[in-house]
């Protein structure tokens, strides 16, 4: 079974910028992003297919949030911009469908997760 780890998290103040990398132990299809702040579920933030020719994104992350994928090195990225404090949150990395699906319960394989606060 694949592993997924992910990193680039950490601390930045509002309207500042992080990329996360999620890095698999071998070929992936679907990769989606999710995260779950303090008291919420797990939601879905962005997702990319097997090619990174097509993402889809949460309308509260679209115009700042873009996921892109280096296949040759089974990375997937989220590069995020003008964070806001309401995206503090342990943002995860999965897999497991065969095209972008929204809902987290679909996903087999997770990273451990890593985390990122916005301050104001």
Same mark, same amino acid.
């Given at each position: 079974?694949? +592993? ?12 500042? %910028?992080?990329?996360? %990398?999620?890095?698999?132990?071998? #070929? *992936?299809?679907?990769?989606? !992003? ?15 297919? !097997? ?14 949030? =873009?996921? %892109? #994928? ?20 342990? @943002? @995860?990395?999965? =897999?497991?469908? #065969? +095209?972008?699906?929204?809902?987290? #319960?679909?996903?087999?394989? !997770?990273? +451990?997760? *890593? +985390?990122?606060?916005? %301050?104001?």
């Amino acid at each position: 079974q694949v +592993q997924l780890v992910e990193s680039g998290g950490g601390l930045v103040q509002a309207g500042g %910028s992080l990329r996360l %990398s999620c890095a698999a132990s071998g #070929r *992936t299809f679907v990769m989606g !992003w999710f995260r779950r702040a303090p008291g919420k579920e797990r939601e879905f933030v962005a997702g990319i297919n !097997w090619s990174g020719g097509a993402t889809y994104y949460a309308d509260f992350v679209k115009g700042r949030f =873009t996921t %892109s #994928r280096d296949i040759a090195k089974n990375t997937v990225y989220l590069q995020m911009n003008g964070l806001k404090p309401e995206d503090t949150a342990v @943002y @995860y990395c999965a =897999t497991g469908p #065969r +095209q972008v699906l929204r809902d987290r #319960r679909q996903y087999g394989t !997770w990273g +451990q997760g *890593t +985390q990122v606060t916005v %301050s104001s």
